[in-house]
């Protein structure tokens, strides 16, 4: 698709040189314009990325492909004849990170792989948190803000959801995933560099997301947009199914912890805001029924305590 050419992607390199100014500039605008980007020389090993990628695959051949097609069956899924808009078409798990791991807690991860993903969690910790200062620098705020904001008193949530979107016979009729904004603070997302499937709506058109080899997908949840006042955004993405091919998704969200109060930034602020004021675990208790509906009710919602009881819930969501 000839958009994709168009897609942001950030060498993160060029920070540390004469290009710095060019590269923040393209970080602002991608956060202004697109809320995705994807990152490139961001210091992740690759032969890490590669070990996680291969052990995430073998673990669904070995202890996932089964449960999935047992639970095609179950819905009545395996021969789709209608259009489906209430179930995705993705097998997952989920890591917590923080505020305490659960990874000794799964079951049906072998020791490498369990060692594998508390590095990989740690470094994209990290990551995000260097993120979340390069985001600061462009919108004026003072460093660590955002990380200020995201801690409370408990420190921040983190945790990784683990998917794979096997081939679907008929992809017109189900989605891997359904449209939705994050509710979170900033994603970090590994996708399969072969296997295609994300998509993001801009101009009132899906745009896919190129599969690139060895990068990071970074986009923004909906506390950043209400943090930076609508200055940045979340935006509605969705996964495709695909006729052929096993697509790898393995992404981390670094939210604000449960105790966190989310506000938009003074400094962003010239009159009154349109955006809430809220503790993120209230946010998430709204969310997690009613992540496939529009955001703007849900910043309602939070504005007007009893109007929370008139989002008609339709799904239940991992919150970490």
Known sequence: MEKNMKFPVVDLSKLNGEERDQTMALINEACENWGFFEIVNHGLPHDLMDKIEKMTKDHYKTCQEQKFND????????????????????STFYVRHLPQSNLNDISDVSDEYRTAMKDFGKRLENLAEDLLDLLCENLGLEKGYLKKVFHGTKGPTFGTKVSNYPPCPKPEMIKGLRAHTDAGGIILLFQDDKVS??????????????????????????????????????????????????????????????????????????KD??????????????YAGVKFQPKEPRFAAMKNASAVTELSPTAAVETF
Not at 71 to 90: F, I, P, R
Not at 214 to 227: A, W
Not at 273 to 286: Q, R
Request: hydrophobic share 35%.
């Open 71 to 90: 639970m095609l069956k179950s819905k009545g899924l395996d021969n789709l004849e209608t259009e489906v808009e209430d179930v995705d078409w993705e």
């Open 197 to 270: 499937g994300l998509q993001l709506l801009k101009d009132g058109d899906w745009i896919d997301v190129p599969p690139l080899n060895h990068s990071i997908v970074i986009n923004l949840g909906d506390q950043l947009e209400v943090i930076t006042n609508g200055k940045y955004k979340s935006v509605l993405h969705r996964v495709v199914t695909q006729q052929e091919g096993n697509r790898m998704s393995v992404a981390s969200f670094y939210n604000p912890g449960s105790d966190a109060e989310i506000s938009p930034a003074t400094s962003l602020v010239e």
């Open 273 to 286: 805001s349109e955006y809430p004021s809220f503790v993120f675990d209230d946010y998430m208790k709204l």
